[in-house]
T-cell receptor, first 110, second 110 residues
Framework: NAGVTQTPKFRILKIGQSMTLQCTQD?????MYWYRQDPGMGLKLIYY???????DKGEVPNGYNVSRSTTEDFPLRLELAAPSQTSVYFC?????????FGPGTRLLVL | KNEVEQSPQNLTAQEGEFITINCSYS?????LHWLQQHPGGGIVSLFM???GKKKHGRLIATINIQEKHSSLHITASHPRDSAVYIC????????????FGAGTRLTVKP
């Protein structure tokens, strides 16, 4: 099993550009999550999903959108990138309790 | 004020020492998680607790629900334990809405 994979590993965006961060898991987990980690700060939950077709907001959802059309995929969309969205983004999945994290996507918005 | 407080922020120990990292939270929770973030950035789930104590190898995690406090102990610390240890809680009874501490950076010197 590959576990949780995230693409890209690193991306530079210009202010106002859009992009989609991809997250795929091959463990058939129902629960999936998107987090951001700013330097020196704790992780913050952006969105989560408890199953295909169901998504819910976390602590910091503004500026982001998600969809969950399949169990495996949970993409995160940034519509109008802003410098405040410079961060490391982690995707995670869970069968119920333990969360399994992807390697992260480092995003720089200039 | 962060809803999840960890102490200390930084900890340096000699190999073999007993390590304690503390986590306090401000509201009722459904569960508490301890995570380890490696120097390369990867995040691994160590424990999930809702009561009592759990042990895995040299790691022991305890939680006191009444006092809203948890501790992570490392016995016979080793340089490979050097990492950031993160406490996270399921906020307001929703284990999917996770709130994270800022982390404790542990360095174990040989």
């Amino acid at each position: 099993n590959a576990g949780v994979t995230q693409t890209p590993k690193f991306r530079i965006l210009k202010i106002g550009q859009s992009m989609t961060l991809q997250c795929t898991q091959d463990m058939n987990h129902n629960y999936m999550y998107w987090y951001r980690q700013d330097p020196g700060m704790g992780l913050k939950l952006i969105y989560y999903s408890v199953g295909a077709g169901i998504t819910d907001k976390g602590e910091v959802p503004n500026g982001y959108n998600v969809s969950r059309s399949t169990t495996e995929d949970f993409p995160l969309r940034l519509e109008l990138a802003a410098p405040s969205q410079t961060s490391v983004y982690f995707c995670a999945s869970s069968p119920r309790e333990t969360q399994y994290f992807g390697p992260g996507t480092r995003l720089l918005v200039l | 004020k962060n809803e999840v407080e960890q102490s200390p922020q930084n900890l340096t120990a000699q190999e073999g020492e007993f390590i304690t990292i503390n986590c306090s939270y401000s509201v009722g929770i459904s569960a508490l998680h301890w995570l380890q973030q490696h120097p390369g950035g990867g995040i691994v789930s160590l424990f999930m607790l809702s009561s009592g104590k759990k042990k895995h190898g040299r790691l022991i995690a305890t939680i006191n629900i009444q006092e809203k406090h948890s501790s992570l102990h490392i016995t016979a610390s080793h340089p490979r334990d050097s990492a950031v240890y993160i406490c996270a809680v399921g906020w307001g009874g929703n284990n999917n809405d996770m709130r994270f501490g800022a982390g404790t950076r542990l360095t174990v010197k040989p």
